[in-house]
């Protein structure tokens, strides 16, 4: 991590945070009584979804199959953990999917995602 003051972070997170316009809903897994239920922790916080270029892809004997790569670009107090169920609305489309490992950084975490869009 960077060894920045608090109010150099804070400045920064506020002027990447400025411009996203997404927002995830986060649900884990949770113990219910002697049952794993889904709980939302987190609803529409803003983030950022992109898709990594270029794209991985598969080779099969009859196609090339591209495999887009997404991450979550989210506020550092914003603690998701692999395997968290991702709800992202993101220009006007839904995206479900699951979270990878986490990489922390010093303005924002980011995220890798598997995603379907669903809407």
């Known amino acids: 991590m960077m060894r920045l003051p608090q109010g150099v972070i804070d400045q920064g997170k ?3 945070q400025s411009l996203w316009g997404d927002s995830v809903t986060v649900r884990r897994n949770q113990k219910d009584g002697n049952v794993m239920k ?7 916080v803003p983030c950022h979804l992109s898709q990594s270029s270029p794209a991985p892809h598969e080779q099969t004997q009859t196609a090339a199959v591209i495999n887009p790569s997404f991450s979550l670009h989210i506020d ?3 603690v998701i ?4 169920a991702l709800e992202i609305t993101h220009n006007g489309q839904t995206w479900k999917g699951i979270a990878g490992q986490p990489f ?3 303005f924002v975490n980011v995220i890798p995602v598997k995603a379907e869009k669903v809407v």
Request: glycine share 4%; hydrophobic share 25%; proline share 5%.
């Open 76 to 78: 550092t107090d914003i």
């Open 81 to 84: 953990i692999d395997g968290d």
């Open 104 to 106: 922390h950084r010093t």
């Open 14 to 16: 506020d002027a990447i």
């Open 38 to 44: 889904p709980k939302t922790v987190y609803q529409s």
